[in-house]
């Protein structure tokens, strides 16, 4: 065997799947280095797609460059950020400097632009420095890639950060079990629970986003016990081969910072590049408009054709909620008791009931006692213990039937509606009729179907209704909404969340005087929510108003209230919004306002619906109704 041509093939294994230090450069190597820094700028290689995409390279609007990665550690160029040659030619004589501590040499740091570059300028590895990368070869021995999974956990109802959903990909092994995995994430470092102060940050950029590479088992430890969250994955059609540039670019992105924009330089944008870093061809960044959201991921990857078909994963809170409703109360109370340890398990025996009601509550009680531990409200000591009493007692009782708890899966996240809407239609107020066009921008109403969507919650950005009244012969403003966000998460004896609310904007209110006008309002509230008889959801909500505008008594005028509504899916293409609300102004004004509204959508299709609002309100004895039809596409 010519073993300086298998030395040199391990080197050129990246000089990281094996901890074998390459040779050491010699003097001469110097001139080598510049040989091949001229054949880049020869080739022009900075203008080739690998190189543009490993460096998050794309145009700006006057025809220059900029990387969406704004980390100055991510450069080998003062420059590199903007100058894609500078960078280019930085690279390749940085794998030739001096020697590093452990894991800090750029042959180290940048495991994938060394692997094209080695590829195309066909570097021997025999002449690269020595370069010690420990943590690194222990990453990808332990990682061992071999597939690839696009990873969407449903969005958290009682998060502002996560109502959006989320993108990941996992990087499988040879092991059956996807929890030895790893994957590759990006995320904001936020942790504002302030919707108003989540919002202006994130759409102003004032968050960092950061990449990480974790265990996998962490990743499903988080979205589904402790945040109660679906997961869908989507396998991805790479071979080993393009899985391990997948890898190799998620290593050098490593605790790499960019700006985060919550509407479109987000997880799901930023995912994107490492897909394209496997396969080169795919356009996936490209394809991506002014705004980008995890749905938005997963649609332009289908249609690029590179992913399987969905796999659903549901939360341990849905495991819960399903094996709850085969049980009645008491049965449900015994279970919380269990998990509790106010009773002992060897009591279910002597319970009244089938064997099969009794597997079913020591099989809740256990899912409970998890549930415990994951909201660390037992230590590991005192779950061990109580857990086994459970098992031990469950398995005296035999084999359930397993298919009776499972979870029937939602529609998955590619079969909802897209992200932007426009509504077109009118309707009658006051008696006069209008024309109405309505633009929400981003991203789901309560009224919008649910399909896709995460049930009892709203989340809208720059929300816009402009009408028309051929009375006045002039168009006009009627709302303009900037933040508009509902959660109406329904509490029952294990979960028990809290229902809020926040907005901001322009609305057209009835004064004292019943004129209409423009005001600039902020809403606040909190409360409480249930599943309704329907299987609908019952909330209740406690509020603070506050408005600003030039037709009240006052400056500013702010009122207490409270709203009480239910949200029905009476079929698959019909869904109801019932409201009721009261606002009692004490500074400022001295209004009573009272409304109702009764809002229907009708799905169409997938892009479309029908939305039919019928409202009344009395403030201070001056009755207005309004009946409105919008045509809805969303895009």
Same mark, same amino acid.
Request: with cysteine; aromatic share 10%; proline share 5%.
């Given at each position: 065997?010519?073993?300086?041509?298998?030395?040199?093939?391990?080197?050129?294994?990246?000089?990281?799947?094996?901890?074998?230090?390459?040779?050491?450069?010699?003097?001469? /190597?110097?001139?080598?280095?510049?040989?091949?820094?001229?054949? =880049?700028?020869?080739?022009?290689?900075?203008?080739?797609?690998?190189?543009?995409?490993?460096?998050?390279?794309?145009?700006?609007?006057?025809?220059?460059?900029?990387?969406?990665?704004?980390?100055?550690?991510?450069?080998?160029?003062?420059?590199?950020?903007?100058? &894609?040659?500078?960078?280019?030619?930085?690279?390749?004589?940085?794998?030739?400097?001096?020697?590093?501590?452990?894991?800090?040499?750029?042959?180290?740091?940048?495991?994938?632009?060394?692997?094209?570059?080695?590829?195309?300028?066909?570097?021997?590895?025999?002449?690269?420095?020595?370069?010690?990368?420990?943590?690194? *070869?222990?990453?990808?021995?332990?990682?061992?890639?071999?597939?690839?999974?696009?990873?969407?956990?449903?969005?958290?109802?009682? +998060?502002?950060?996560?109502?959006?959903? *989320?993108?990941?990909?996992?990087?499988?092994?040879?092991?059956?079990?996807?929890?030895?995995?790893?994957?590759?994430?990006?995320?904001?470092?936020?942790?504002?629970?302030?919707?108003? %102060?989540?919002?202006?940050?994130?759409?102003?950029?004032?968050?960092?986003?950061?990449?990480?590479?974790?265990?996998?088992?962490?990743?499903?430890?988080?979205?589904?016990?402790?945040?109660?969250?679906?997961?869908?994955?989507?396998?991805?059609?790479?071979?080993?081969?393009?899985?391990?540039? %997948?890898?190799?670019?998620?290593?050098?992105?490593?605790?790499?910072?960019?700006?985060?924009?919550?509407? /479109?330089?987000?997880?799901?944008?930023?995912?994107?590049?490492?897909?394209?870093?496997?396969?080169?061809?795919?356009?996936?960044? /490209?394809?991506?408009?002014?705004?980008?959201?995890?749905?938005?991921?997963?649609?332009?990857?289908?249609?690029?054709?590179?992913?399987?078909?969905?796999?659903?994963?549901?939360?341990?809170?849905?495991?819960?909620?399903?094996?709850?409703?085969?049980?009645?109360?008491?049965?449900?109370?015994?279970? %919380?008791?269990?998990?509790?340890?106010?009773?002992?398990?060897?009591?279910?025996?002597?319970?009244?009931?089938?064997?099969?009601?009794?597997?079913?509550?020591?099989?809740?009680?256990?899912?409970?006692?998890?549930?415990?531990?994951?909201?660390?409200?037992?230590?590991?000591?005192?779950?061990?213990?109580?857990?086994?009493?459970?098992?031990?007692?469950?398995?005296?009782?035999?084999?359930?039937?397993?298919?009776?708890?499972?979870?029937?899966?939602? =529609?998955?996240?590619?079969?909802?509606?897209?992200?932007?809407?426009?509504?077109?239609?009118?309707?009658?107020?006051?008696?006069?009729?209008?024309?109405?066009?309505?633009?929400?921008?981003?991203?789901?109403?309560?009224?919008?179907?649910?399909?896709?969507?995460?049930?009892? =919650?709203?989340?809208?950005?720059?929300?816009?209704?402009?009408?028309?009244?051929?009375?006045?012969?002039? &168009?006009?403003?009627?709302?303009?909404?900037?933040?508009?966000?509902?959660?109406?998460?329904?509490?029952?004896?294990?979960?028990?969340?809290?229902?809020?609310?926040? =907005?901001?904007?322009?609305?057209?209110?009835?004064?004292?005087?019943?004129?209409?006008?423009?005001?600039?309002?902020?809403?606040?509230?909190?409360?409480?929510?249930?599943?309704?008889?329907?299987?609908?959801?019952?909330?209740?909500?406690?509020?603070?108003?506050?408005?600003?505008?030039? *037709?009240?008594?006052?400056?500013?005028?702010?009122?207490?209230?409270?709203?009480?509504?239910?949200?029905?899916?009476?079929?698959? $293409? $019909?869904?109801?919004?019932?409201?009721?609300?009261?606002?009692?102004?004490?500074?400022?004004?001295?209004?009573? +306002?009272?409304?109702?509204?009764?809002?229907?959508?009708?799905?169409?299709?997938?892009?479309? +619906?029908?939305?039919?609002?019928?409202?009344?309100?009395?403030?201070?004895?001056?009755?207005?109704?309004?009946?409105?039809?919008? $045509?809805?596409?969303?895009?």
């Amino acid at each position: 065997m010519n073993m300086p041509l298998l030395r040199r093939a391990l080197c050129t294994l990246l000089l990281l799947t094996l901890p074998l230090p390459c040779l050491p450069a010699a003097a001469g /190597d110097l001139a080598y280095r510049d040989q091949l820094v001229k054949e =880049a700028q020869d080739r022009r290689l900075w203008e080739r797609r690998p190189w543009q995409i490993l460096l998050h390279y794309k145009k700006t609007l006057t025809g220059g460059t900029i990387s969406r990665i704004s980390d100055a550690n991510f450069f080998l160029s003062p420059t590199g950020r903007t100058d &894609p040659a500078a960078e280019l030619s930085a690279t390749v004589a940085a794998f030739f400097g001096p020697e590093a501590p452990d894991g800090e040499h750029p042959i180290c740091r940048f495991p994938a632009r060394l692997a094209w570059l080695s590829e195309e300028l066909s570097i021997d590895p025999a002449r690269l420095p020595a370069a010690v990368c420990s943590e690194q *070869h222990e990453q990808i021995r332990t990682i061992d890639a071999r597939s690839a999974v696009l990873v969407f956990p449903v969005g958290h109802i009682n +998060s502002p950060a996560s109502m959006f959903g *989320h993108t990941l990909i996992r990087i499988d092994g040879p092991s059956k079990s996807n929890l030895i995995s790893y994957a590759v994430n990006y995320a904001a470092d936020a942790t504002d629970a302030n919707g108003f %102060l989540y919002a202006f940050k994130g759409l102003s950029g004032l968050y960092k986003g950061y990449y990480s590479l974790m265990p996998y088992y962490q990743k499903v430890k988080e979205y589904s016990d402790l945040e109660h969250r679906d997961m869908w994955e989507y396998r991805l059609k790479l071979s080993k081969e393009e899985v391990d540039r %997948l890898l190799l670019h998620a290593l050098e992105l490593q605790r790499i910072a960019s700006d985060y924009y919550f509407l /479109d330089e987000n997880c799901s944008y930023n995912l994107l590049f490492l897909i394209e870093a496997a396969r080169p061809t795919l356009h996936l960044s /490209d394809r991506t408009g002014l705004l980008v959201h995890p749905t938005n991921t997963i649609e332009i990857a289908q249609q690029s054709g590179i992913l399987e078909e969905a796999v659903y994963r549901p939360s341990q809170g849905a495991r819960i909620v399903k094996i709850a409703s085969l049980l009645d109360e008491q049965g449900q109370q015994s279970a %919380l008791e269990l998990a509790q340890g106010k009773r002992p398990p060897h009591s279910i025996e002597t319970a009244a009931g089938t064997e099969q009601e009794k597997r079913e509550v020591l099989d809740l009680a256990a899912e409970l006692v998890q549930l415990r531990l994951a909201r660390k409200e037992l230590e590991q000591d005192a779950y061990t213990k109580l857990y086994l009493k459970i098992l031990a007692e469950r398995s005296a009782l035999g084999t359930g039937s397993e298919a009776a708890y499972a979870v029937l899966p939602p =529609a998955p996240p590619d079969a909802g509606h897209h992200t932007s809407k426009v509504g077109l239609g009118g309707g009658v107020r006051r008696g006069e009729w209008y024309a109405a066009v309505q633009l929400q921008p981003e991203f789901h109403a309560l009224l919008d179907p649910d399909q896709g969507y995460l049930k009892g =919650a709203q989340i809208k950005f720059f929300d816009t209704l402009l009408d028309y009244v051929p009375e006045t012969g002039r &168009p006009g403003l009627r709302t303009l909404h900037l933040l508009d966000i509902l959660s109406t998460a329904p509490r029952d004896r294990f979960f028990k969340p809290y229902s809020w609310k926040v =907005a901001a904007g322009w609305d057209t209110e009835v004064m004292k005087d019943g004129r209409d006008s423009l005001v600039f309002r902020l809403n606040s509230g909190g409360g409480v929510a249930g599943r309704s008889p329907f299987g609908g959801i019952l909330y209740g909500l406690a509020e603070l108003a506050v408005e600003g505008g030039r *037709h009240l008594r006052g400056t500013a005028a702010a009122a207490p209230g409270m709203s009480f509504g239910t949200v029905e899916q009476v079929r698959d $293409w $019909w869904k109801v919004h019932l409201e009721g609300s009261a606002f009692f102004y004490v500074i400022g004004d001295d209004r009573v +306002s009272l409304k109702a509204t009764l809002a229907q959508n009708f799905r169409l299709a997938q892009q479309q +619906s029908l939305s039919l609002g019928l409202s009344f309100a009395d403030v201070s004895g001056h009755g207005v109704s309004e009946q409105s039809l919008l $045509w809805n596409f969303y895009f």
